[in-house]
């Protein structure tokens, strides 16, 4: 019997799909999120790429070892996202439009160690701006 091959995604690894990346429960405000995490190279070169769409108040969480400027683009991200960048305690410094398969740079004006991708709007949507702390980030937010 022939295996079937799965796509290949950045470097030729497989994609991941949908429910093989890590879960993690987090909240800002009264929202909560249901975020996949990526918390290695190779997850987060991926991200949200290929895929075509996204459940109600669920994005991607990016975690990274250290503090900086991490900067995103979307080429091969088929949808629109918004990005929230957070420093080491959750607090949102920047949260940033993206466009959908482009590859402009989305940059925090802070280093920070985390970032959000939701839907497109949605921090908007939610009143969800720059000062505001998203919990339960790893360290006990």
Known sequence: MAALAQPLGPADRPIKQPGEFPTVQLSVGLNLIH????????????GLMYRKSLAPNSGMLFVFDERAGHCFWMKNTLIPLSIAFMGDDGTISDIDEMAAETEN???????????????????????????????????GQ
């Open 105 to 139: 740079n989305h940059c925090p004006t802070r280093a920070g160690r985390y970032a959000l991708e939701m839907e497109q709007g949605w921090f908007t949507k939610h009143g969800i701006r720059p000062g505001m702390q998203i919990k339960g980030l790893s360290g």
């Open 35 to 46: 975020a996949e995490v990526a918390a290695n190279d190779a997850d987060r070169e991926q």
